[in-house]
């Protein structure tokens, strides 16, 4: 199993290369993290599927990584949720966004799958 990614704003570990990774992983997941040692640090980890619109919404600064939050990428479910949780003991949340492609109509507040609809 491939490990998690950490976008951080570091070099080739910016917002970029975040956006290069949703990209080319679609079916990928990503913990948002608040930054460490901000006031930020006591929000909740926020869990989007890679597709989802809010993924990309940038933080108070538009930046998606470095200045406030940070992104633990991994196409697998597990692994971002255990890469967060190297970085912050904060609890998880799920992602409810309504937006077209977004998290809500996927998992539920507490990250149950919900029932796929038959057409
Ligand atoms: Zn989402």
Redesign the pocket.
Known sequence: MEPSILFNGSHDHDDPDYLAWLDANPEGF?ANVPHPHTPYDNFPV????AS????RNGGQDGKLTSNTQWKVCALSRDIAEQGARRYTQVPLRY???NKIG???RYWTPEGNRRQEKLA
């Open positions: 990503v926020v869990m989007h599927r989802c619109p809010d993924a992602c409810q966004s977004g998290c809500g």
